[in-house]
């Protein structure tokens, strides 16, 4: 049994579907990658998966569990979490305040010391600056805020854990150290469902790959069989793109 399992969700807005029956699977441990032209309806998948949006029809399964429609603090307790492609955190807060609602409000909601205590691991996780605790969120730059955002994701103690363009913003770099880290956090146990519009990225990344096209799924596989499918190529690849893992 796949560990999530997204079972013929449909999302309209207005009149204008976002997502047309379906369908995928995330298997415990796998890197599943998400991609698909702007406007595909990979961000609103990964909102309805952590509850932000009700699906219109379909289901979630997480670990075998119906969480179709449940709140978002509900599905992080089952331990599903997310961070976004816009940062959100806590401005007046201190970067350790802002991992620490998470610790707190995680699956595994604790004690004032312990919740302390894994809000500092994981700042040490991700690399975070430690010289930079107290520093209120407002004054850190981009790559600060990335790392912050997830550790404060991985302080909710999660199996499951959604990215939504998580090297948006970061420069070549950064974006090497964030692949680094992503498979640094599978390596940890945690199962990852990720958006990446940097096609070097994520087929670099992946075990798995689906691919979007206006709300629908066209094709699943590996990098390399998904970046030869001629549906991906017409509609998001182009004939250019030559896969080179």
Do not use: W
Not at 127 to 144: A, D, Q
Request: charged share 25%; proline share 4%; hydrophobic share 40%.
């Amino acid at each position: 049994m796949p560990l999530l399992e997204v079972q013929g969700v449909s999302k309209s807005f207005s009149g204008i579907v976002a997502l047309r029956n379906v369908e995928l699977g995330v298997e415990e441990g796998e890197i599943l990658g998400l991609v698909g032209p702007n406007g595909a309806g990979k961000s609103t998948l990964i909102n309805v998966i952590s509850g932000i949006y009700r699906p219109d029809g379909g289901r979630v399964l997480f670990d075998g569990r119906d969480i179709t429609g449940m709140p978002p603090h509900r599905i992080c307790h089952l331990g599903i979490t997310r961070t976004f492609q816009n940062v959100e955190t806590f401005p007046e807060l201190t970067a350790l305040e802002n991992v620490l609602v998470g610790a707190l409000f995680g699956k595994n909601a604790s004690s004032g010391e312990e919740a302390l205590e894994r809000a500092l691991e994981m700042l040490r996780f991700v690399g975070f600056p430690m010289g930079r605790l107290e520093e209120r969120v407002r004054n850190l730059n981009v790559g600060e805020l990335k790392k912050l955002q997830l550790a404060r994701a991985l302080a909710t103690e999660p199996r499951l854990l959604l990215l939504d363009e998580v090297t948006t913003g970061l420069n070549p770099k950064e974006s090497k150290d964030a692949v680094r880290m992503i498979r640094k956090i599978r390596d940890s146990g945690i199962t990852i469902l990720m958006v990446e519009h940097i096609m070097r990225i994520i087929m670099g990344v992946s075990d798995r790959i689906v691919v979007l096209n206006y709300g629908e799924k066209i094709a699943e596989g590996t990098p390399r069989e998904v970046a030869s499918d001629p549906r991906v190529i017409e509609s998001y690849l182009g004939e250019a793109y030559s896969f080179e893992g």
